[in-house]
């Protein structure tokens, strides 16, 4: 019988930010969906968190059919700036180190994920109101300067047709959006908010693993098998120019038989999901469970695709 405190706990991360008040003193998209921990929040993480280990000792053990060690291993997903300016400083303070899973092309291209783009409008509204068509046909209208009203945008009908969306309709759902609240998105928003390439290599020649994440971040469960090949191999052949194994982590947690097998030929060493549990002996390298950490009062919530 396996033990409940056995296997390896991978724990998924995403911003860490200060808690800030954004539009109309109410709190961040990101904090209300609790994808956003403190750094406070996060060195707590690591108080509580004995026993980190490395992503490829995982990988190792159950490559070679053994039982994974007991132990956590740190996971931070969409190469954020602050993974750079901030986590890993605080990571290197407490001599742990984690895995940082990259959008290669989001910076470089100047490409905003549809979900960032849409919590920026939110957070930085400057009218109380929001009214859009949703792809179904159905009209929503909400208010965003109260807590309930913003809540429903950041995690009710309109957020999930926004992750339902094709990348075209989803840049029409943002579009609407940010004209309806009166803050147009900056042109520099994606270097706002991603590292630059020369920065997650900085991360990896200072000891922490870089993983891919696609190309753009779109969900690879809605696209043909021309872009699903594109977004999962030019991923994995960028990280690789790093010189280690790439470990992969499907965008949004979406995944099926035919994105697996993209990413197995692509030639990765493991893929994380967004799928609670422990990784035990038997686990599928390309499915690897995780954990998802939010400000709760233990730091973990079980929660599948935070987004």
């Not at 997903?77 to 290669?104: I, K, M, N, Q, W």
């Not at 929503?140 to 990348?167: H, I, N, Q, S």
């Not at 075209?168 to 009166?182: F, K, N, P």
Request: hydrophobic fraction near 40%; include cysteine; charge should be negative.
């Amino acid at each position: 019988m396996t033990s409940e405190n056995a296997g390896t706990r991978l724990l998924m991360l995403h911003r860490v930010l200060p808690d800030a008040p954004a539009a109309f003193g109410l709190p961040s998209c990101y904090r209300i969906r609790g994808t956003a921990i403190t750094p406070a929040e996060l060195l707590g993480i690591l108080e509580r968190t004995a026993d980190v280990i490395s992503l490829g000792e995982l990988e190792r053990t159950l490559a070679d059919g053994y039982e994974p060690p007991r132990g956590r291993i740190l996971t931070f997903d969409d190469g954020y700036r602050e993974h750079h300016d901030v986590v890993a400083p605080l990571l290197e303070s407490r001599g742990v180190t984690a895995t940082f899973y990259v959008a290669t092309q989001m910076h470089a291209e100047g490409a905003v994920a549809a979900v960032d783009a849409w919590y920026w409008a939110l957070d930085n509204a400057t009218r109380p109101m929001a009214t859009m068509r949703l792809p179904t046909g159905t009209e929503f209208r909400g208010a965003v300067d109260r807590l309930e009203g913003k809540t429903a945008w950041v995690a009710g009908a309109p957020k999930m047709a926004l992750l339902a969306a094709t990348p075209e309709q989803q840049r029409v759902m943002v579009s609407t959006l940010a004209d309806s609240l009166g803050c147009g998105l900056p042109e520099d928003l994606a270097a706002r908010l991603y590292m630059r390439r020369e920065e997650w290599r900085d991360l990896a020649a200072r000891g922490h693993r870089i993983g891919a994440h696609s190309v753009h971040h779109p969900r690879l469960t809605q696209l043909d098998a021309h872009a699903l090949q594109r977004e999962v191999e030019e991923s994995v052949r960028t990280v690789a120019e790093l010189g280690e194994p790439v470990a992969f982590a499907y965008p949004d947690g979406a995944l099926d038989d035919r994105v697996v097998a993209a990413v197995r030929r692509a030639g990765v060493s493991s893929a994380v999901t967004c799928m609670p549990g422990v990784a035990t002996a038997g686990v599928e390298l390309l499915r690897l469970p995780r954990e998802f950490v939010s400000p709760s009062p233990d730091g973990v919530r079980p929660l599948a695709c935070p987004q």
